[in-house]
């Protein structure tokens, strides 16, 4: 689609080659589609995957089973090698406070009572950590034989007016708190998150003209404030060229036609032409705001084609990861 | 007027208070401004105000910089889109974190009291976080211009939530949570250990609070202590502007929008959301989905498109067409098919959206609200005048009204 933006960076690695890749990108932009694809892409691989979303409602595990039972905090393997789950704050903060205070009856007595849960519900940040310390105890997973119990982790981060304000939250807390069992425990979350060789940030946009901007922003405060790693840009449901080759006028031609003509089977010359202006008009936008992407950030740019049916299932999802993955074979 | 008005103009004529919510990237904002114009348009005095930090509100009113205060749009650039006649557009920029430092301002029982909270660690590290603050001093500053006579229409472009009524419910668990007996007695050990009845929750509080200090660490625990006993001063004046400004939101003045997108995801999203509001009692007026694609005209695009023994006749007929319009050399039968394919494609596209939306259009009909699609344009709306083409969009489209 875009040869120049394939070969921008010849070094980058393969999103597979990752421990913990945190895919991010507002609503609207397919990123739950995009954590979706590049889990089904870490399993074909051979590796093993845990895939996890952030959030009151399940979507992504119905992407890669439709129709199946929710998955959960418990987690379901839905694919062979590929394993998925909701984290919920609350599970993740009672096995916390299980792994913390060791007594069942205390993480009870304290997840049971109605003012500790009011605490919690007005609190801020703790949703964030918690879910960040769970990705972290994921990570930390060993097999019986001592390896690594997931090769690839996929996060699907929540969709926030605040961008990546989750992902900041432990650096927050180690800034705010003085010593104690948190601020160590979110010392080592910050750490996995700034490790460049383990953890990358995937942000997921669109090539429109809202969230060109926004990428802009994002990468800008990664840069500046986050010390996460981030190599490319994937720019999701760029529709492909309107009109074969050498008629890249067409719309042009359609035009001109004379508007009074009638033709069988056929709309009024006025529509047809608006078809195809319409076509023209939506894929040279995409162009230039994918253009202004790749401008503004300095960053290599993954398109994903646009899948007018949406997806369906985990075959729409394959769809997806060629190209996702493309820009590592390029390399 | 309490009725629910049956269409966008009607909504913006009748009501003091419109809220647009929907989650993030359907437009809300080039909408909520849309309405503004259109209520300017008709004469009224409209503040669109928006929480959206990436300046589009500024930049597609082309004002340049918004702040937190009000900012008039000229009477010039306006009259050139239509608007005369005491009609009249303000936009502002709501700065979370300085609306939020406003209300301890406010609130605070003591000038001491109002240091402590700002200078506070916890406070500066998460005011802007602070449980729903973001939404909640939204709809303060809502509330505090709609006292002001300047305005006869206030549009909101609510904050991208994946709960959206966090801005309503914000309050009340701010409250919830400074009333439990847990952070009173994390504030007062000793006043709250006086209290009928509190022995037998005290015992287990205390072992709540115990646990919390080893799983936290003391430092964190004494900060946060801090933090709520400067902020409990507030807690009366708060309580009273709180139960007012969910009163005027959800009173006979205001009046809620729901702006979706078309994609079979969006849809899906606003679905749940216009459960959850119904759920909560929201006032909601009507629900907009914009940027849908549309058969060029009106209506929905013919089932067959020169489909079977029509196509080869349809073929020749548009090849000739473009051999006579644009002369000898060009590829006229090539032109020919792939003018045939786009307009199937966009047939098609045009098919799809339609089908993604009609499970929210029978929901919102069911619910007897207006329902509005706005066509997608060619263009981003990035100026006034783009603002003025949407306005007009949203008014030319036959809203349908469920009747219940």
């Given amino acids: 689609m875009a040869p120049q933006l394939l070969t921008a960076a010849p070094t980058l690695r393969s999103l597979l080659e990752r421990r913990l890749v945190i895919v991010t990108g507002k609503g609207g932009t397919g990123k739950t589609s995009v954590a979706a694809a590049l889990a089904l892409a870490g399993a074909a691989h051979g590796r093993r995957v845990l895939v996890a979303e952030v959030?009151?409602?399940?979507?992504?595990?119905?992407?890669?089973?439709?129709?199946?039972?929710?998955?959960?905090?418990?987690?379901?393997?839905?694919?062979?090698?590929?394993?998925?789950?909701?984290?919920?704050?609350?599970?993740?903060?009672?096995?916390?406070?299980?792994?913390?205070?060791?007594?069942?009856?205390?993480?009870?007595?304290?997840?049971?009572?109605?003012?500790?849960?009011?605490?919690?519900?007005?609190?801020?940040?703790w949703r964030e950590l918690i879910t960040l310390g769970k990705v972290w105890h994921?990570?930390?997973?060993?097999?019986?034989?001592?390896?690594?119990?997931?090769?690839?982790?996929?996060?699907?981060?929540?969709?926030?007016?605040?961008?990546?304000?989750?992902?900041?939250?432990?650096?927050?807390?180690?800034?705010?708190?003085?010593?104690?069992?948190?601020?160590?425990?979110?010392?080592?979350?910050?750490?996995?998150?700034?490790?460049?060789?383990?953890?990358?940030?995937?942000?997921?946009?669109?090539?429109?003209?809202?969230?060109?901007?926004?990428?802009?922003?994002?990468?800008?405060?990664?840069?500046?404030?986050?010390?996460?790693?981030?190599?490319?840009?994937?720019?999701?449901?760029?529709?492909?060229?309107?009109?074969?080759?050498?008629?890249?006028?067409?719309?042009?031609?359609?035009?001109?036609?004379?508007?009074?003509?009638?033709?069988?089977?056929?709309?009024?010359?006025?529509?047809?032409?608006?078809?195809?202006?319409?076509?023209?008009?939506?894929?040279?936008?995409?162009?230039?705001?994918?253009?202004?992407?790749?401008?503004?950030?300095?960053?290599?740019?993954?398109?994903?084609?646009?899948?007018?049916?949406?997806?369906?299932?985990?075959?729409?999802?394959?769809?997806?990861?060629?190209?996702?993955?493309?820009?590592?074979?390029?390399? | 007027m309490s009725a629910l008005p049956r269409d966008p103009t009607a909504l913006v004529l009748h009501k003091r208070i419109v809220a647009c919510v929907g989650s993030g990237g359907v437009g809300k904002t080039t909408l909520a401004a849309a309405l503004?114009?259109?209520?300017?348009?008709?004469?009224?005095?409209?503040?669109?105000?928006?929480?959206?930090?990436?300046?589009?509100?500024?930049?597609?009113?082309?004002?340049?910089?918004?702040?937190?205060?009000?900012?008039?749009?000229?009477?010039?650039?306006?009259?050139?889109?239509?608007?005369?006649?005491?009609?009249?557009?303000?936009?502002?920029?709501?700065?979370?974190?300085?609306?939020?430092?406003?209300?301890?301002e406010r609130f605070a029982e003591s000038p001491e009291a109002r240091e402590r909270i700002l200078k506070n660690q916890i406070y500066q590290h998460v005011s802007d976080a602070l449980a729903g603050s973001a939404e909640y001093s939204a709809m303060e500053k809502?509330?505090?211009?709609?006292?002001?006579?300047?305005?006869?229409?206030?549009?909101?472009?609510?904050?991208?939530?994946?709960?959206?009524?966090?801005?309503l419910e914000a309050p009340q668990r701010l409250l919830d949570f400074l009333d439990s007996r847990l952070v009173q007695l994390l504030l007062h050990p000793a006043f709250a250990a006086g209290r009928v009845g509190f022995r037998l929750f005290q015992r287990s509080a205390q072992r709540v609070l115990q646990l919390l200090e080893r799983v936290s660490g003391f430092a964190f625990l004494e900060e946060i202590s801090e933090f709520l006993l400067a902020f409990e001063g507030m807690s009366e004046g708060f309580r009273e502007r709180a139960r007012r400004v969910r009163a005027l939101l959800l009173g006979a003045q205001s009046a809620f929008v729901l702006a979706a997108s078309p994609s079979a995801e969006g849809i899906q999203h606003a679905a749940q959301l216009l459960a959850r509001l119904e759920a909560a009692g929201v006032p909601l007026a009507g629900v907009i989905v914009n940027r849908v694609r549309t058969w060029p005209g009106a209506g929905e695009p013919p089932a067959r498109i020169a489909e079977g023994a029509e196509e080869a006749a349809a073929l020749d007929a548009l090849e000739r067409a473009l051999a006579a319009s644009s002369g000898a050399g060009y590829p006229a039968h090539e032109a020919a098919r792939a003018a045939l394919a786009a307009i199937r494609t966009y047939a098609s596209l045009v098919r799809s959206d339609t089908q993604a939306i009609a499970p929210l259009r029978a929901s919102a009909l069911a619910r007897g609200l207006f329902f509005c699609r706005v066509p997608e344009l060619s263009h981003d709306v990035h100026d006034l005048e783009g603002v003025a083409r949407i306005a007009s969009a949203l008014v030319r489209a036959p809203a349908e009204v469920g009747l219940v």
């Fill in chain 2, 36 to 104: 503004g114009l259109e209520a300017a348009r008709k004469g009224r005095r409209a503040l669109v105000i928006t929480i959206d930090p990436a300046r589009r509100l500024a930049d597609a009113l082309g004002i340049g910089a918004l702040g937190n205060e009000p900012k008039a749009i000229s009477a010039q650039r306006l009259a050139a889109l239509g608007v005369s006649g005491g009609g009249a557009l303000f936009a502002m920029m709501l700065d979370i974190k300085r609306s939020f430092d406003d209300l301890v």
């Fill in chain 2, 142 to 167: 809502v509330f505090e211009l709609s006292e002001r006579p300047e305005y006869d229409l206030i549009v909101v472009d609510t904050p991208p939530s994946q709960h959206a009524l966090d801005f």
């Fill in chain 1, 55 to 125: 959030g009151r409602d399940e979507h992504l595990s119905r992407l890669i089973a439709p129709g199946s039972p929710p998955v959960g905090y418990a987690g379901r393997e839905l694919l062979p090698g590929l394993i998925a789950m909701r984290i919920d704050p609350y599970a993740a903060l009672g096995e916390y406070l299980g792994i913390q205070l060791r007594v069942r009856s205390a993480v009870e007595l304290v997840l049971r009572n109605r003012a500790f849960r009011q605490l919690m519900d007005a609190s801020p940040g």
């Fill in chain 1, 138 to 331: 994921l990570e930390q997973m060993r097999d019986p034989r001592g390896a690594p119990r997931f090769d690839l982790l996929v996060v699907d981060a929540p969709a926030t007016g605040h961008g990546i304000g989750f992902l900041d939250v432990p650096r927050v807390v180690v800034a705010a708190v003085r010593a104690g069992p948190l601020r160590r425990n979110a010392a080592l979350v910050e750490e996995m998150i700034a490790d460049h060789e383990r953890t990358l940030l995937l942000p997921v946009a669109l090539a429109e003209e809202l969230p060109a901007r926004e990428t802009a922003e994002l990468v800008a405060k990664v840069r500046g404030e986050l010390r996460i790693a981030l190599d490319r840009i994937v720019v999701n449901a760029l529709v492909g060229r309107p009109f074969p080759p050498g008629l890249e006028d067409l719309d042009a031609a359609l035009a001109r036609l004379p508007a009074e003509a009638r033709w069988p089977g056929l709309p009024s010359p006025r529509v047809v032409a608006a078809c195809a202006a319409h076509l023209r008009a939506r894929h040279d936008l995409n162009r230039v705001y994918l253009e202004e992407i790749a401008r503004s950030t300095g960053l290599p740019v993954v398109p994903l084609p646009y899948l007018p049916t949406g997806i369906r299932d985990a075959e729409d999802l394959r769809r997806l990861a060629a190209p996702l993955l493309a820009v590592a074979e390029a390399a």
